[in-house]
T-cell receptor, first 111, second 113 residues
Framework: RKEVEQDPGPFNVPEGATVAFNCTYS??????FFWYRQDCRKEPKLLMS???SGNEDGRFTAQLNRASQYISLLIRDSKLSDSATYLC????????????FGRGTSLIVHP | EPEVTQTPSHQVTQMGQEVILRCVPI?????FYWYRQILGQKVEFLVS????????KSEIFDDQFSVERPDGSNFTLKIRSTKLEDSAMYFC???????????FGPGTRLTVL
């Protein structure tokens, strides 16, 4: 069965901490990888795409390990506003893109 | 970032009734998607729509569901005979093609009584 697995957390960290999430996927034919964040009862918002070479955007760094079939997200210098659920999304292509979402990892940043 | 609006924001309906959920992308796009998220659960892919045709659909997207782009701008999801288990948030998304980043609308909360 093709799945995307995430530790649901919650990860409870103080402001300024560094926190890392992993996500594993089972379909080796997966082609596109993303991290989205979702605030409570809101829509998912694209945080960053994850390329084979990795991706960095300010305090956020994402890595892809195709051999071990996982992607990671590192958040440095956590802010209170980073509190959210982080969704791992993996897309396979079978003529069109079919995204599979993980259940998400909950992050709580406290003062 | 592309913008997407959805209407209504909340729809309450009786079991067995038909509902139509609407999605309006602000700019022209070719790739459209519908997802649902049952409260407390993960986002689930329903259907993708490319160049005015369904390109992929999940096992959730059965004969009860249909999608249309009736006037070239609005993109609708119709649920023909709603069941209690259809209660969920329904998100529309537009895709950029290429690496396929997707941008979501704010969602419609469907409550089936």
């Amino acid at each position: 069965r093709k799945e995307v697995e995430q530790d649901p957390g919650p990860f409870n960290v103080p402001e300024g901490a560094t926190v890392a999430f992993n996500c594993t996927y089972s379909n080796s034919a997966s082609q596109s990888f993303f991290w989205y964040r979702q605030d409570c009862r809101k829509e998912p918002k694209l945080l960053m795409s994850v390329y084979s070479s990795g991706n960095e955007d300010g305090r956020f760094t994402a890595q892809l390990n195709r051999a071990s079939q996982y992607i990671s997200l590192l958040i440095r210098d956590s802010k209170l506003s980073d509190s959210a659920t982080y969704l791992c999304v993996v897309t396979t292509s079978g003529g069109s893109y079919i995204p599979t979402f993980g259940r998400g990892t909950s992050l709580i940043v406290h003062p | 970032e592309p913008e997407v609006t959805q209407t209504p924001s909340h729809q309450v309906t009786q079991m067995g009734q038909e509902v139509i959920l609407r999605c309006v992308p602000i700019s022209n796009h070719l790739y459209f998607y519908w997802y649902r998220q049952i409260l407390g659960q993960k986002v689930e892919f329903l259907v993708s729509f490319y160049n005015n045709e369904i390109s992929e659909k999940s096992e959730i997207f059965d004969d009860q569901f249909s999608v249309e782009r009736p006037d070239g701008s609005n993109f609708t999801l119709k649920i023909r005979s709603t069941k209690l288990e259809d209660s969920a948030m329904y998100f529309c998304a537009i895709g950029t093609g290429g690496y396929n980043e997707q941008f979501f609308g704010p969602g419609t909360r469907l409550t089936v009584l």
